[in-house]
């Protein structure tokens, strides 16, 4: 009796020891699955900021064909779009509403938007991006998808084509600018008209006049002259003039 005594004790113990520790482990069991719940949370979190596809460069985008901007303004006049090209302008004209868009011209009409042609003086403050200048019957003319256009002050007026009589003799009345420079539209424009006032000033030559503004017998050979002026000038731009 004695010795059971004794021994019940040291079991009595050992189970208590036993007891402790397993409490413990359950104790500290949900604090470490709370560290580890929040570090597969931020994990996956992080992940999710990796796998994103870039906006610069999406990947079906990636596939798609280039837009070809310059199909829009040869669109035949009675052609419908439902909505316009980016970058248009507004210009009201005579109680009507219009939209310009390189070279392209359009009204509203039911749901959308209609190609038009536009009207005789109505004036834009920039040439569309390649237009071809034409010198015709001693009168500069900008032609775009055959609309013509002439420069009045500041602007450009949509004009009639020249006649027929008018255009007889293109190697002489026809003078062709192209820019080799990736000029703007804008300094198109803006070089154009400078050397156009720089070889009047020099021939005295002026192609907004009748007969250039001097005698018709001079007419021809002052307007090769001004021609002359205007290449020179122009190439000293980086425009190839033919």
């Not at 720089?198 to 001079?218: E, I, K, L």
Request: glycine letters at 10%; aromatic letters at 10%.
């Amino acid at each position: 009796m004695h010795n059971i005594g004794v021994i019940i004790p040291k079991q009595l113990a050992l189970l208590v020891a036993a007891s402790l520790l397993t409490s413990t482990a359950v104790f500290a069991g949900p604090g470490d699955q709370d560290r580890r719940d929040n570090a597969g949370q931020n994990s996956r979190y992080d992940q999710s900021k990796h796998n994103q596809q870039p906006q610069h460069q999406p990947a079906q985008q990636a596939q798609r064909a280039p837009v070809r901007v310059t199909s829009q303004p040869h669109m035949r006049p009675g052609s419908s779009v439902a909505r316009l090209p980016s970058g248009y302008r507004q210009i009201h004209h005579r109680d009507h509403d219009y939209y310009y868009v390189r070279g392209g011209w359009y009204r509203p009409h039911g749901n959308g938007f209609i190609v038009v042609t536009p009207p005789i003086g109505l004036s834009i403050p920039v040439l569309p991006g390649g237009y071809i200048s034409l010198m015709i019957g001693g009168r500069p003319y900008y032609r775009y998808n055959n609309i013509y256009y002439v420069q009045r002050g500041n602007n450009y007026v949509v004009v009639d084509a020249p006649s027929q009589s008018n255009v007889s003799t293109p190697a002489q009345d026809e003078l062709f600018i192209y820019p080799t420079s990736n000029q703007s539209a804008g300094q198109q424009s803006k070089d154009k008209y400078e050397c156009h006032q720089w070889g009047n000033s020099q021939t005295g030559y002026d192609p907004t006049q009748p007969y250039g503004g001097v005698a018709a017998n001079a007419a021809s050979a002052t307007r090769a002259n001004y021609q002359r002026a205007m290449t020179a000038c122009l190439e000293a731009r980086g425009y190839t003039v033919r």
